[in-house]
T-cell receptor
């Protein structure tokens, strides 16, 4: 069964510094996708970044980058130049796709709460 | 232009009542989902519909009944509400094809059962 592990329940970082949020995964599928979502205190789920298992380059979206190490089954999120508005819960998720079912279900990790200090 | 919308945003009700949460997506996606986020922030899928057909039912009590009148709408009806049903319920949608690079979430409905 697919599994996502986020071992850091909480992290803090000084404003303007970079921070890495850890995510490891377990799957026997050759084709899979990894997502990061941000959930601020207002509660909505905001998509940040996606990495496909066959993508040759690490994904980047603005200040977000994904450090994808396939052999180690890790997909860590790196936030550069942290801002106060980055304080939130961050969830790593893996996509489980079913051809027969026609669905892409996301399996989430437990999340990491990031606090950015001024 | 809200991609995935849910109503209501907040729902406070007493044990034993029946309530519904509505979800609509205007992205033209084939597949819609309900996720539950518990008090510890853990997110887990409950149901998924593909073009009005139920395709995922993840060991959810049968007091929960999803209904999809068309592929743009997925509603969640909960009978005989219990304290443990208090959670945030998220609707989401995506294409049905492999290789999707995003699953879009609604704003969530915070259900409080007293």
């Amino acid at each position: 069964a697919q599994k996502i592990t986020q071992t850091q329940p909480g992290m803090f970082v000084q404003e303007k510094e970079a921070v890495t949020l850890d995510c490891t995964y377990d799957t026997s599928d050759q084709s899979y996708g990894l997502f990061w979502y941000k959930q601020p205190s207002s509660g909505e789920m905001i998509f940040l970044i996606y990495q496909g298992s066959y993508d040759e380059q690490n994904a980047t979206e603005g200040r977000y980058s994904l450090n994808f190490q396939k052999a180690r089954k890790s997909a860590n999120l790196v936030i550069s130049a942290s801002q106060l508005g980055d304080s939130a819960m961050y969830f790593c998720a893996m996509r489980e796709f079913s051809f027969s079912g026609g669905y892409n279900k996301l399996i989430f990790g437990a999340g990491t709460r990031l606090a950015v200090h001024p | 232009d809200t991609a995935v919308s849910q109503t209501p945003k907040y729902l406070v009700t007493q044990m034993g009542n029946d309530k519904s949460i509505k979800c609509e997506q205007n992205l033209g996606h084939d597949t819609m989902y309900w996720y539950k986020q518990d008090s510890k922030k853990f997110l887990k899928i409950m149901f998924s519909y593909n073009n009005k057909e139920l395709i995922i039912n993840e060991t959810v009590p049968n007091r929960f009944s999803p209904k999809s009148p068309d592929k743009a709408h997925l509603n969640l009806h909960i009978n005989s509400l219990e304290l443990g049903d208090s959670a945030v319920y998220f609707c989401a949608s995506s294409q049905a094809s492999e290789g999707i690079r995003e699953q879009y979430f609604g704003p969530g409905t915070r259900l409080t059962v007293t």
